[in-house]
């Protein structure tokens, strides 16, 4: 009999956290076809200043930046590591696009000899990341992201069958 509980316990917590998973995937999705490489429907001064605020928080300092051109470039650097982040707001009338670019540059210490290989570049930038520099811009520069009526219902009604704060879903911290 306590088998019997025990299965259906975990069996039950399996469905709430497979449903829970599915509802931040669905959240996460809605968040992205919003954000992802849509143009900023805004004025081009708020944009550039949105840019400015996360190239400040991403890296340590400005390299260049020109509110006319809508161009911005930021630097970070450690004893083996370069990183350059360049914006650039791509098109003269709304809705704007920002594009961006990332040049890293990399090093190891053989320690055997104590010096440094040479740096090895690369320009490549992960979705992830575009994604979140891309977020960042949008809810800075336009606000958060508004849900849908639908999903807003779906998560009210998973968070009234949830008895703890931590298994419910809860705006600014899951979403």
Do not use: H
């Amino acid at each position: 009999m306590n088998s019997i509980k025990i299965i259906l316990f975990l069996f039950t917590s399996l469905v709430y956290s497979q449903t829970k998973r599915e509802l931040l995937d669905q959240i996460e999705s809605y968040q992205k076809s919003v954000v992802w490489n849509k143009g900023y429907d805004v004025e081009k001064s708020k944009l550039f200043e949105a840019m400015n605020v996360v190239g400040s928080q991403e890296y340590q300092k400005v390299i260049r930046e020109s509110e006319s051109r809508g161009f911005c470039e930021y630097y970070a650097e450690s004893a083996d590591y370069k990183e350059t982040l360049t914006m650039e707001i791509a098109n003269d009338k709304q809705p704007y696009r920002v594009t961006f670019s990332i040049k890293k540059e990399s090093r190891k210490l053989d320690l055997l000899t104590g010096k440094y290989t040479d740096w090895q570049t690369s320009y490549d930038i992960s979705q992830s990341y575009q994604y979140k520099l891309q977020y960042l811009i949008y809810t800075i520069a336009i606000g958060p992201i508004e849900l849908p009526k639908e999903l807003l219902e779906k998560i009210e009604r998973y968070n009234q069958g949830q008895t703890k704060d931590r298994k419910r879903i809860l705006k600014n911290t899951d979403y």
